[in-house]
């Protein structure tokens, strides 16, 4: 049989985690509104867009905070933890 796998990584930093879910997530919103646009769909396409901003704005701002902490040797000895005591 197979061994269970948690979705989020337990080897990588919260930042980097949040980074990645957020870009995906903000590209299949973004996708989404454009396709909705696209249709003529505008109470459809404005939610999507904004969620599609917000999205890129927290994996911009999460991917500075996991370079910083990149740069400051933060994750040199990184082990694997549950999410809950992961470092950021």
Known sequence: MSQHRPFIPQNKPRLWV???LAGLIGMGA???????AW???PWLSAPLIIVFF???GTAAVS???FAF???TGRYS????R???EQVW
């Open 54 to 56: 917000a999205c890129w």
């Open 69 to 71: 902490g990149m740069l």
């Open 18 to 20: 949040i980074f990645m």
């Open 82 to 84: 549950p999410w809950k």
């Open 77 to 80: 000895k990184l082990v694997a």
């Open 39 to 41: 249709f003529g769909l």
């Open 30 to 36: 973004g996708l989404l509104g454009f396709l909705a």
């Open 63 to 65: 991917w500075f905070g």
